[in-house]
DNA sequence: CCTAATGCTTCCAGTAACTGGAGGGTCAAG
DNA sequence: CTTGACCCTCCAGTTACTGGAAGCATTAGG
């Protein structure tokens, strides 16, 4: 199948499907005589994995890892954890980060009128 | 006084205040007949200002939305407000965003052995 | 007064992960 | 044979800096 196609069945944008072949992370299947990328269900079912990764946030660097071992079914479940939990440590810290934020701005903008006047506790805050 | 004072006093690296310069955010006071950059205290308090704003995630655009209502004296608290609580949604929406990966990756990480096997809960549900 | 070490300048490149667009070849239908 | 939908490559832009190179300016030491 062309790249469309696949980017149709994985559910990325053909741009994407373009740029990860272009990075190397997934390979089209070969070329056609006139140079376009072709793709088989392989390639697909990666493009998949790799959209799933990336929606937990995975980077792309953690994506080809996860890939490798998605491919290598002789895999110790152990190297998947560890990415996993790496991620998972990285979204807690980044919770505490947003929780001390939320709270810190939504008591500014709760004190502050948010009327005509100049008087505003958000900017003191700042300023 | 020289930038890297002004980096100091601000607790900026240099870098950032050049930066700052040349895309308009905080000017220098001045030049010095050798072309240095100049800063007095207006400035410093500026970019203190902006220091905070971006340590709570405000953009760089922003930041100079809010610089321009910090300068301006006959302004509305209503403007402040109104920038502070978008920021403010957008923390929510992240921290519910984040909620979501946490929780799923959680389950997943907590799910997988992590020993020397193949078999893995994360791998699976990506594939 | 000379020199070496900072410190300042500008400009260019790179970061992450795409996205948009220009310019141009390919393919299937009518 | 033409039209329109695809595909290709390459370049630029996004965010907010950061690192580095090449080259003046200033300053402290000898």
Redesign the pocket.
């Known amino acids: 199948m062309?790249?469309?196609?696949a980017a149709k069945a994985s559910g990325l944008?053909?741009?994407?499907v373009?740029?990860y072949a272009d990075i190397g992370l997934v390979k089209p299947a070969g070329r056609?005589?006139?140079?376009?990328?072709t793709y088989t269900d392989p390639q697909v079912r990666k493009l998949n994995f790799v959209r799933r990764a990336?929606a937990f946030g995975f980077?792309?660097?953690d994506c080809r890892g996860l890939l490798g071992l998605y491919e290598d079914h002789e895999r110790s479940s152990a190297d998947v954890k560890h990415i996993a939990s790496k991620r998972l440590d990285d979204i807690k810290a980044k919770q505490r980060e947003l929780q001390t934020l939320h709270d810190e701005l939504a008591h500014l903008v709760k004190s502050c009128r948010g009327d005509h006047r100049p008087d505003c506790p958000i900017i003191d805050y700042f300023g």
């Open positions: 062309n790249i469309s196609q944008a053909t741009k994407t373009r740029y056609s005589a006139s140079g376009y990328r990336r980077s792309i660097e």
